[in-house]
């Protein structure tokens, strides 16, 4: 096993873990511009004029270059094309690659030139401008197309894994922000999680720290960290990782992975395998993908089987899952966890946490302590099960005192309630509200809802829109609103109260309103407002498919499923 690093001062220093020891094999006297591994072994190291050579199965050390380019500028990047030859750009905007004769052959032009290196992906080139512009290029044919463009800042590195870009780009000399870019869906995103480090996987089987950049191979690697901010890659085999201090990357690739974050706030991707995650202090993500991931990161002396493999955790905070359907669990820690696409379930427990649904249909239940709660797309819940008694808007912006800490809430659209006595509002969106235990109060408010009280004397109000309440369990009082649309109400077990505005002191109404179990048998009853049963005589009462319909004076109109009209008395209102 070998690893390299590759200095600021232009040295190529050879990793020995086991001895934890460097020796310097080679020295440029330069800066290096890039690093690329081919499959075949070959390390290859650019400067701002030539590319050298260096054989990894044989461990011999870059003799003469093996190109050299001549151009304003020099030498921006170098990486590997899909026949395992070279390509170099340059930073006027040349691409060249090396025939197999070893002739370099110019490819094509980036017209705007190019900054932090070049990417292949498939027959396709990818460079960033000095604009800022994100262009692709054909290397058959040359032909230069430009993609998106990246703004302000400066390109510290580009790189590819499988068909996407991770772009580093700096500004005003703060800390590199990487930008990923899909080239299957043509979209650019900021890529989460902690950024502190500098630098850019260049190839599967690279990664870049702040001082240089580390090669691992196949055959299970050994890593040992700086105190600065590490990136590490760790490819195929077995590998082993000890980041140190700092605010590091971990990636161990295929394999049974070890992967040790200890001091700083970590990232570990262990990849497909048996891994094993030790976090160490400081606040540590573990990035999983799969169609169907489960992590609780309240196990800490077991392994899991996560859909990604059986896998350890310990000490780590934050978990951040793939576009399946992932169920994440956190501890009594202040934990991110965050679904991204599928429909994720997502579990706080104490402490303040920040749940991050993502794309798909989520649920969210942050547990005791002030969390944060995002939905992202789709239809998304958020959970107050096991609470007593809460008080939830969906309404409110800020924070609110819910009864289990200082909750906000984003891009919710439905709400669970709790054992206790509960309050819950909805928003002007379609909003499904559930009180399930207690004598709970719902409130849809604007849009077309559905609420459930559960057991409990519950209150349901619709507000506006056609909202479907349903009472559950006991004497429950059910209020569609007034105003436009079709109310449907199910009182459930329990002497209920359905309530009808036929006129309101503004002049609102209902339009039609349908009670689908009214049993005047177990006490149901309905409310009228802006009418009574002295005006039962006025009311024109027939039979209609599967039930009664009354309508009043006004034209508004109350539906009875299962109810014959020759039955309908005044006694039933009120």
């Given amino acids: ?74 030498i921006a990047g170098i990486d590997i094309d899909g026949s395992g030859r070279l390509l170099i750009g340059t930073v006027s905007g040349l691409l060249w690659r090396q025939e197999a004769d070893g002739r370099m052959t110019a490819i094509g032009q980036f017209p705007d030139g190019i900054q932090g290196g070049v990417a292949r992906i498939g027959g396709f080139a990818f460079a960033v401008g000095q604009g800022g512009t994100l262009s692709v290029m054909n290397i ?20 590819a894994e499988d068909r996407v870009l991770r772009i580093a ?11 990923l870019y899909d080239t299957r869906g043509d979209t650019l995103a900021h890529e989460p999680g902690p950024l502190g480090f500098y630098g850019r996987i260049s190839g599967a089987a690279s990664g870049e720290i702040v001082t240089g950049d580390f090669i691992g191979t196949d055959r299970g690697d050994v890593f040992t960290g700086t105190p600065g901010a590490d990136v590490f890659a760790g490819h195929a085999g077995d590998d082993r990782i000890y980041a140190r201090d700092g605010n590091d990357m971990l990636t161990g690739g295929a394999g049974d992975d070890l992967l040790m974050g200890e001091d700083g ?26 169609p169907v991931l489960s992590v609780d990161l309240a196990i800490t002396e077991a392994r899991q089987v996560t859909g990604q493999g059986e896998d350890f955790f310990q000490d780590i905070e934050n978990l951040r899952g793939g576009d399946g359907a992932d169920w994440f669990a956190g501890d009594h820690l202040a934990n991110i966890l965050e679904g991204r696409g599928g429909n994720d379930t997502l579990l706080g427990r104490a402490g303040d946490d920040t749940l991050r649904g993502g794309a798909g249909d989520d649920f969210l239940q942050g547990g005791s302590g002030d969390d944060v709660m995002d939905g992202g797309d789709g239809f998304d819940w958020v959970s107050y099960d096991g609470a007593d008694g809460v008080t939830v808007s969906l309404a409110r912006l800020f924070g609110q005192q819910t009864g289990e800490g200082v909750d906000l809430l984003r891009n919710i659209e439905a709400v669970e309630g709790s054992g206790g006595r509960d309050f819950i509002a909805g928003d002007d969106g379609a909003n499904r509200l559930e009180g399930m235990i207690g004598f709970d109060t719902l409130l849809g408010g604007g849009g077309d809802d559905t ?101 009043f004076g006004n034209g508004t109109q109350l539906a009875l499923a299962g109810v014959a009209a020759a039955e309908v008395s005044a006694d039933w209102f009120a």
């Fill in 1 to 74: 096993m070998s690893v390299f690093l590759s200095t600021e001062d232009g040295r190529v220093l050879l990793l020995r873990p086991e001895a934890r020891r460097l020796l310097e094999v080679a020295s440029f006297g330069e800066a290096t511009t890039g690093l690329a591994v081919s499959a075949a072994g070959g390390l290859f190291v650019s400067t701002a004029r030539a590319v050298h050579r260096f054989d990894i199965a044989a461990g011999t050390a870059p003799g003469d270059p093996v190109a050299q380019i001549d151009t304003p500028g020099g």
């Fill in 140 to 159: 058959r044919s040359g032909a230069v197309t430009d993609l998106r463009d990246l703004g302000p800042g400066q390109v510290a590195g580009i790189c």
């Fill in 169 to 179: 780009v700096t500004q005003d000399g703060g800390a590199p922000q990487f930008l």
């Fill in 265 to 290: 706030d970590d990232t570990l991707d262990g990849g497909a395998g048996r891994d094993a995650f030790y976090g160490g202090d400081g606040s540590d993500w573990v990035w999983l993908d799969g």
């Fill in 451 to 551: 609420l459930f009280g559960g057991r409990g004397f519950d209150r349901l109000s619709g507000g506006a829109g056609s909202d479907y309440l349903d009472g559950g369990n006991g004497r429950d009082t059910l209020d569609g609103g007034a105003g436009p649309g079709v109310d449907t109400y199910w009182g459930g077990r329990g002497a209920d109260r359905f309530v009808f505005t036929v006129s309101g002191e503004q002049g609102e109404r209902d339009d039609l309103t349908v009670i689908l179990d009214f049993d005047a048998a177990q006490g149901d009853r309905i409310d009228l407002v802006g009418s009574g049963r002295a005006d039962f005589a006025t009311w024109a009462i027939t039979d209609i498919d599967g039930g009664a319909i009354v309508v």
